[in-house]
């Protein structure tokens, strides 16, 4: 079943706010076997709204708008909707009640413009918006469907996942089912794995489709699948998984869809080890995407910005004649600083980056984007200098994902020597 | 002067990555007076792409594409493009040269995949993407212009303001000029906001326009004015920043668009002061966001991320005895953990956070969102205590947003004594 997506509001033209909506109804309606065809968005226009929706309606078999229903604006997209499907606007005694109720529940004083939140064309049926103000509207014409949903992000969220999807499962529902596996490939562009699995890739059965997802730093490959056997299907998935863990070895991270830092702290717990950072380059961003992590306080000690060399010999313990000798930005000093997170913050594992963000402070010998990094472990410690590409932000952001994914690598060769 | 913009790619409509591009795209081209009239969005189908674009074409004079352009698909859309402004594929010397230099830059070896980037169809002008190896194409045709970039979006954007904008600048400019003020406005809601300038703002001329631009912690104000003589225009514009300054009073963080840690940096640096962080909560991203802006090494010594009590204790030398006393999270241990890493990180003045995320963790007493903060200068240590709304994320970034205005705040307090 395809679906054309319709975004309405000023605000989503003008950058004000970026439309999550499509995205989130994408991936709810995936299970189902079903896809968003296209995803159009227009001003709060009565003709831009009408030609979209006409265009849409034209495309796919279910359509669904989201927004163009604030209490300041909904005229004209209801208006609209009564144009097209017809009907005349009537007072809905339902939405009015539900409208009064959620008014009173915070306290606030219902006006003409939210009391014209109940009116709707009566070629419409109405599905209760339990977050919100605004109806959710059901519209039917030839065998196909719109639903005018609310676009405030989590209204929609909640109206589409238990009224609407339900509805539209029971209208449009076959009896296909959807698999995917996510691998997550590291130290390999993706025209290199592309040409790599090539052959294999042509030779796969038109129901599984691969879909090469580059993030900075690493790659996630998704093997998307589709049939009337679950059992059968996922089989066919996990034996391409299998294949591609052959063929790709090291390059494989992880055979499930996790970020580096989900990863890392996995990998952690699985050791029983702590860990702590010393970053200068990255100046925090390790820490910050670790501690984006609930729970992750089982294993994170702590971490220290050493933005200047004080902080580097005062807090970290990092000999100042190596300092000297090596300069900040140099596998020697960042060895120290890995050594003496570890020590200073009592964990068992520590990475430290050392190197130069740009845009200033680059040398022919030392160029922005050049990042000494060294992974402490109770077996020892290991040091790697990268270059980045890119402006300071892709720098701090790439070194802090290698240093994320390298401790990942090191962790599982020293706990199965 | 109206846009159309296409975005291409199978990630955006499964709902795995969110099209951040248009919403760029709108922001850059509304100091012209220009607007994005529509956004569709397209999987990378032959015949989708070529729909969209059809369509796009006869809406606006200006049509941006983003995406379609990865080493593994951008046959499609090159090949689309080619069948609908004609000509032939070619061999771009300049595109590959490029490409081989950003390969031999990051140590990756060319193959047959990435050598095709440099393939475009001979009826486009080529313009460099600096960044990337996707080329960026500018077709003409019946006095409009299409122009394809790629999809990563520090790409887009990068070539949208460094390359494509100031051509389609020249190619359709007016005689209009355009001009704004921003103000950085905080401790108020938008409707408290709305509700106490309503009628200055129904007072403006028609030519000055208020655009509300909510962040998290922050009201950004921006004032758009358009005119024939900018002299004239821009004593409009900053007579309304004073009155806005003057009514508004204390809720103005800054009469430019800056963010809180450039706010804070510029304080830091006209004061000739050091700063340093201690987080708890926040677990880094202060720092992360300081050091993100380029030449900070100059005020910023570095932080400590005291996730646990162990490293309180030990590296900021928290009295073990106030954190049994008061608990981790309390005015009395964020106020030692300040004046400790203003101390042990020798710094002039330092911020400090602790508080409880989430998900887990909250009591009656101490509930989820709630964050102790301490603010330390040599002329004395202050602290405050907030609750902030929201999940994980949302309440380290509020958590952070407020601890930097703060600073800022305290700063030009004590520095005007």
């Not at 300041?72 to 939405?95: N, S, Y």
């Not at 997550?184 to 790599?196: G, H, K, N, Y």
């Not at 996922?234 to 580096?260: G, K, M, Q």
């Amino acid at each position: 079943m395809e679906i054309a997506v319709v975004v309405i509001g000023d605000e989503l033209l003008i950058g004000q706010v970026v439309d999550t909506n499509s995205g989130d109804i994408a991936r709810m309606v995936a299970p189902a076997g079903w896809t968003v065809r296209c995803v159009t968005t227009v001003h709060d226009d009565a003709a831009a709204i009408r030609e979209a929706i006409d265009d849409a309606m034209s495309k796919a078999d279910i359509v669904l708008t989201t927004g163009g229903l604030g209490p300041t604006k909904d005229d004209i997209t209801k208006a609209t909707l009564r144009d097209i499907f017809g009907g005349e606007m009537v007072l809905d005694r339902g939405v009015l009640n539900h409208v009064k109720d959620v008014f009173k529940r915070r306290g606030l004083n219902m006006n003409r413009l939210t009391e014209s939140q109940a009116m709707v064309p009566d070629s419409c049926k109405v599905i209760h918006n339990e977050l919100g103000t605004a109806p959710v509207m059901w519209f039917e014409r030839d065998g196909k469907v719109l639903v005018s949903m609310p676009g405030v992000p989590f209204e929609t969220r909640y109206a589409m996942r238990h009224e609407v999807l339900p509805r539209l499962l029971e209208r449009f529902a076959d009896r296909s089912v959807i698999e995917h596996r996510t691998l997550v490939l590291v130290d390999i562009t993706e025209s290199d794995l592309a040409e790599r699995i090539a052959s294999w890739e042509d030779s796969l059965p038109a129901h599984l489709h691969l879909a090469y997802l580059p993030q900075a730093g690493y790659i996630r490959l998704r093997i998307d699948g589709m049939g009337r056997d679950r059992g059968a299907l996922c089989r066919e998935l996990d034996e391409a998984v299998e294949w591609l863990c052959r063929n790709l070895n090291v390059h494989v991270l992880a055979t499930e869809d996790s970020t580096p830092e989900q990863l890392l702290t996995g990998e952690l717990k699985r050791l029983g080890r702590t860990f702590a950072t010393a970053e200068s380059c990255t100046g925090g961003n390790i820490a910050h995407r670790m501690t984006m992590l609930a729970g992750v306080s089982e294993v994170f000690q702590g971490g220290v910005v050493s933005y200047s060399n004080e902080v580097k010999a005062g807090v970290l313990g990092v000999d100042r004649s190596v300092i000297e000798a090596n300069g900040a930005v140099s596998e020697q000093v960042a060895s120290q600083m890995a050594s003496g997170a570890c020590r200073k913050l009592g964990a068992d594992c520590a990475v430290a980056t050392s190197g130069i963000a740009g845009p200033s402070g680059g040398s022919a010998d030392k160029p922005v984007g050049m990042v000494c990094m060294a992974f402490a472990m109770p077996e020892g410690v290991h040091t790697e200098t990268f270059r980045f590409p890119g402006d300071r932000g892709r720098v701090i952001d790439r070194a802090s994902t290698m240093a994320l994914i390298r401790m990942v690598q090191w962790l599982r060769k020293e706990s199965v020597r």
